[in-house]
Every structure is written in structure tokens, then in C-alpha cells.
């Protein structure tokens, strides 16, 4: 059975700094899908960045970055000169070709940009 | 993207009625669709997994005469809320993929269910 890990609760960040968050995960298959979402306190969905499994690089979607580490199995996001607006919960989250494309949460990061 | 719409956005109810959320799919056909829930300051946990003109596949936990899941187009989804008590109260998110190959899912607004 696959499992997302974030051991960050919360973290905090000054306005136009770098901030990394951290999520591990745990599959048997080889094919799998990586995504962060963004979830504001409104509780809508927003996707941010994919990393699939067998792409050669690391994914990048403007201010965001994957560093994908599939040795280790990790999938952190880095979001570079955040912004007040980037003040959220960021999820991570996995399919593998067991789950149907269904995805799999892990318990989320509580980001807050400060000025 | 693709747009995924949830109707309602809230909704406030008396212990033992029923509630039914509709989840439509606005600009594409989506065969499957994903109910999930979040209670708060906690992660999305999914519920079930919603087949066209099949019957609904419900995670271990889940209780399927509670939660109805009918997906009678390839456009909508609809969970009921069955004699509802106030432990059933959550934020409920539906999610439909278009089938690339990335797997992105694209997600309602979610619909807040408040049970008194």
C-alpha cells in the first residue's frame, strides 16, 4: 500500500523568500504520479506541479519546483519569492496504477508568508 | 483546465434528514469520479470512487447505505447524505480526472455540510 508523509505541520516564511516543504512516500510500483495541491481557506483544490515517475527531470510550474528525489522517495516543493498570497495548506499527493487515479493526501503543510 | 463544479457550496440540516450534493463535470465526460472528505484542519480522505453506470466503489470504513453515490451520466455524480448526525458534518470534495496521462484530478468548490 503507498503512503505520503509531510512531518511539517507548519511553517513559516518571510515575504520574497525561498521556503521547502517536505514530503516522503512509500510504493512498490514502479509507475506512480506525485502532485502538490494548494488549499486555501476558501477549500478549494489547486493543483500546483506533477512529477511522474519516470520523468528524467525535475517538474517546474513558474515560482515552483519539484525536487524529486526518487531514490530517497521523496517529493519536496519549493516555492521561490513567496508572496502573502502563498499563505495556505499545501498537500501532497500520490496515485499508483493500483489506486485507480485515485489520490492518496498526506496530512498537509500550513504555510504562512509573513511581510 | 478542466472545471468541476459541486452544488451545494453549504448546507445546514436537522439530524435525520438526508442531503444530496451533486458534483458535474462542465467541460468534459469524466467516467470516474472521486468523493472525498476533510474534517478540519485535517487532509482529504477518500470515500469513494464513483463509476459511470456502475455501482459506487466505498474505502474500507465507509459506509455505502449511508453514503448513496449515484453516477448516472458522465457528467454527474451525486453523494446523499443519509439520516444525517451531526458527526456527519464535513467538508465533502468530489474530483474528476480527464483521463490524461498525468492522472491531475480537477476539484469541486467543495460543499460544507453543518448538521444540527
Known amino acids: 500500500a503507498q503512503k505520503i508523509t509531510q512531518t511539517q505541520p507548519g511553517m513559516f516564511v518571510q515575504e520574497k523568500e525561498a521556503v521547502t516543504l517536505d514530503c516522503t512516500y512509500d510504493?512498490?510500483?514502479?509507475?506512480?504520479?506525485l502532485f502538490w495541491y494548494k488549499q486555501p481557506s476558501s477549500g478549494e483544490m489547486i493543483f500546483l506541479i506533477y512529477q511522474g515517475s519516470y520523468d528524467q527531470q525535475n517538474a517546474t510550474e513558474g515560482r515552483y519546483s519539484l525536487n524529486f528525489q526518487k531514490a530517497r522517495k521523496s517529493a519536496n516543493l519549493v516555492i521561490s519569492a513567496s508572496q502573502l498570497g502563498d499563505s495556505a495548506m499545501y498537500f501532497c499527493?500520490?496515485?499508483?496504477?493500483?489506486?485507480?487515479?485515485?489520490?492518496?493526501f498526506g496530512k498537509g503543510t500550513s504555510l504562512l508568508v509573513t511581510p | 483546465g478542466a472545471v468541476v463544479s459541486q452544488h451545494p457550496s453549504w448546507v445546514i440540516c436537522k439530524s435525520g434528514t438526508s442531503v444530496k450534493i451533486e458534483c458535474r463535470s462542465l467541460d468534459f465526460q469524466a467516467t470516474t469520479m472521486f468523493w472525498y472528505r476533510q474534517f478540519p484542519k485535517q487532509s482529504l480522505m477518500l470515500m469513494a470512487t464513483?463509476?459511470?453506470?456502475?455501482?459506487?466503489?466505498?474505502e474500507q470504513g465507509v459506509e455505502k447505505d449511508k453514503f448513496l453515490i449515484n453516477h448516472a451520466s458522465l457528467t454527474l455524480s451525486t453523494l446523499t447524505v443519509t439520516s444525517a448526525h451531526p458527526e456527519d458534518s464535513s467538508f465533502y470534495i468530489c474530483?474528476?480526472?480527464?483521463?490524461?496521462?498525468?492522472?491531475?484530478?480537477?476539484f469541486g468548490e467543495g460543499s460544507r455540510l453543518t448538521v444540527l
Open positions: 464513483s463509476n459511470e453506470g456502475s455501482k459506487a466503489t466505498y
Open positions: 499527493a500520490m496515485w499508483d496504477s493500483n489506486s485507480g487515479y485515485a489520490l492518496n
Open positions: 510504493t512498490s510500483d514502479p509507475s506512480y504520479g
Open positions: 474530483s474528476a480526472s480527464e483521463g490524461t496521462d498525468t492522472g491531475e484530478l480537477f
